[in-house]
């Protein structure tokens, strides 16, 4: 079946690198993505990439996709308090038109 | 920035009642979607809506959800007679534009939090 799966939590100092990763079973995703969630809020798309490409960069945004070993993450540079929030990885599987399977999401917490 | 608006923002309902979700998508929109967070689990796909139909629904989108524009600004989905496990975070989605914007890249509407007591 499709599955999504990343860690619950991670904390980083303020002004580190934040890395958060993600696996999928379904090898045949189309798209997959980071959005992010602050309290009380909707989630908000940060980025998508393709599954023919391995890597994306958007600003502080860093996206690296790992077809063989199923495997997503999300580098966050330079970290700010504002980037404290909750970080779902997700994907589009080839299956599928229009759905979007979302992992647990990993909280992020940022330390001073 | 345009974005997704859902109303009301909180609802409590009595098991058995009908309930209604709202939701406004970004205006030039043509692709609608709801999904539902229970509380600690996933957000799951419910529904996806485009040229006035359903073009995918899970397993969970059984005979007492639907959904419907029923103008040109609003997406409802209705929940005919609530159950307990009914209870979740329900969010509203919309993609794809006029202007040949994709539509994989769903945007989000806050959400509305149904309580079914």
């Known amino acids: 079946g499709e599955d999504v799966e990343q860690s619950l939590f991670l904390s980083v100092r303020e002004g580190d690198s934040s890395v958060i990763n993600c696996t999928y079973t379904d090898s045949s995703s189309t798209y997959l993505y980071w959005y992010k969630q602050e309290p009380g809020a909707g989630l908000q798309l940060l980025t998508y990439i393709f599954s023919n490409m391995d890597m994306k960069q958007d600003q502080r945004l860093t996206v690296l996709l790992n077809k063989k070993d199923k495997h997503l993450s999300l580098r966050i540079a330079d970290t700010q308090t504002g980037d404290s929030a909750i970080y779902f990885c997700?994907?589009?599987?080839?299956?599928?038109?229009?759905?979007?399977?979302f992992g647990s999401g990993t909280r992020l917490s940022i330390r001073p | 920035e345009p974005e997704v608006t859902q109303t009301p923002s909180h609802q409590v309902t009595q098991m058995g009642q009908e309930v209604i979700l709202r939701c406004v998508p970004i205006s030039n929109h043509l692709y609608f979607y709801w999904y539902r967070q229970i509380l600690g689990q996933k957000v799951e796909f419910l529904v996806s809506f485009y040229n006035n139909e359903i073009s995918e629904k899970s397993e969970i989108f059984d005979d007492q959800f639907s959904v419907e524009r029923p103008d040109g600004s609003n997406f409802t989905l209705k929940i005919r007679s609530t159950k307990l496990e009914d209870s979740a975070m329900y969010f509203c989605?919309?993609?794809?534009?006029?202007?040949?914007?994709?539509?994989?890249?769903?945007?989000f509407g806050p959400g509305t939090r149904l309580t079914v007591t």
């Open positions: 989605a919309s993609s794809g534009g006029l202007l040949a914007e994709p539509p994989y890249e769903q945007y």
């Open positions: 997700a994907e589009t599987p080839y299956s599928s038109a229009s759905k979007i399977i």
